[in-house]
């Protein structure tokens, strides 16, 4: 008989990078056999907070009727693609009691510990509290920008220590575990770049394929550095998601499937978010990430593990570096320990699902 495995995540949020991270690590455990389904956890406030957020992603900059119509049919065109993931029945957030048995749950990719997370700090279902379940894993789970010289309280490490395994996708994660519970972690990829092809973008890159924009509130020496490269070389920038005003184009009603295939397709990604980042390397994309405290933690693991950390750049960056990041190609070394985490990181999933 097939063990039934349940995948706990923030499927929900109105976040490209949420919503990818969660439909590949559940669609690769079903294409290995497996019985997975993404646990759809409910709560009213967390919806509201969600779409006010989706409204309003650029505060203290406010949307204008407009964008707040755009970014509306967005969230709407997210929902409607949530629904055709595989879901388990739904259940409310605050009692997971009612949410079923499971022979192993998979909490994470996604910010799932993250303390400092505006509406999910502190559920105590990520951390595996009330989850009716044989075994419980996590992989690649992440505390976000809640950094590891806080440390956690007597009752998140109790909590984490019921783990039988615990994976996760940065150092500074990692750090927290370790000293939380006394016991050794280990780092495996987002599940966005884990379970991909080796490439996936086209061999060719035309006159007019577009530089993608993804995030926003960018620092202005970069807006105004990548529009006067953009714009000497004739190139179109898109900003999906989020409005930039330095881009040539708006696309802020995008649902998953338009970013999907615009950040495959790109000439060069521009951003400051981890998941622009991840696509970008997933299909072998030259791109420029801007730091930002939220993302530091994140973003700087990733880069340095595959072993891009020039990639990211400050408000001081000088002018040159710009036009000299986003045209030099990502290179075999990158490739080369992109492969290796894979291999280690399937082993690491494999002793999980079998253990």
């Not at 007597?154 to 395994?165: A, G, N, P, Q």
């Not at 995008?254 to 696509?279: D, I, K, M, S």
Request: with cysteine.
């Amino acid at each position: 008989m097939t063990a039934r495995i349940g995948v706990l995540t923030f499927h929900r949020c109105i976040n490209y990078g949420s919503y990818w991270q969660g439909r590949h690590l559940v669609n690769g455990l079903r294409e290995r056999g497996l019985d997975a389904v993404l646990l759809d956890h409910r709560s009213t406030a967390v919806d509201r907070a969600e779409f006010r957020c989706a409204l309003q992603p650029t505060l203290p900059v406010r949307s204008t009727p407009t964008d707040r119509r755009l970014y509306r049919l967005k969230a709407e065109r997210f929902l409607q693609d949530v629904e055709r993931l595989p879901l388990s029945p739904p259940f409310d957030l605050d009692e997971p009691s009612t949410m079923g048995e499971y022979d192993l749950v998979v909490v994470g990719s996604d910010e799932v510990w993250n303390l400092f997370h505006p509406w999910y700090g502190g559920q105590r279902l990520f951390y595996g509290d009330g989850i009716k379940a044989d075994r419980l894993v996590s992989y690649a789970a992440s505390f976000g920008n809640y950094p590891a010289d806080w440390g956690l309280d007597t009752e998140h490490s109790d909590l984490l220590k019921k783990f039988d395994i615990i994976t996760v996708r940065d150092e500074n994660s990692r750090t927290l575990v370790t000293t939380a519970t006394g016991r050794e972690n280990e780092l495996v990829l987002d599940p966005c770049l884990q379970f991909a092809p080796e490439r996936l973008r086209p061999a060719l890159v035309h006159d007019d394929t577009p530089v993608a924009v993804y995030g926003h509130t960018f620092s202005q020496p970069l807006s105004q550095n990548i529009r006067r490269w953009a714009d000497d070389k004739g190139h179109r920038l898109i900003s999906i998601g989020y409005r930039n005003d330095w881009a040539h184009e708006q696309l802020l009603d995008a649902g998953p499937g338009v970013f999907y295939e615009l950040l495959q397709n790109a000439r060069a990604v521009v951003t400051n978010f981890f998941h622009g980042c991840v696509f970008a390397i997933r299909n072998a994309v030259p791109f420029l990430c801007e730091t930002s405290p939220y993302r530091s933690n994140k973003v700087q693991g990733l880069v340095t593990a595959l072993g891009c950390p020039w990639r990211l750049v400050s408000d001081q960056a000088p002018d040159a570096l710009y036009p000299e990041i986003l045209e030099t190609p990502l290179g075999p070394t990158v490739l080369t320990r992109l492969g290796e985490m894979r291999a280690t990181s399937d082993a690491v999933l494999r002793r999980a699902l079998a253990s």
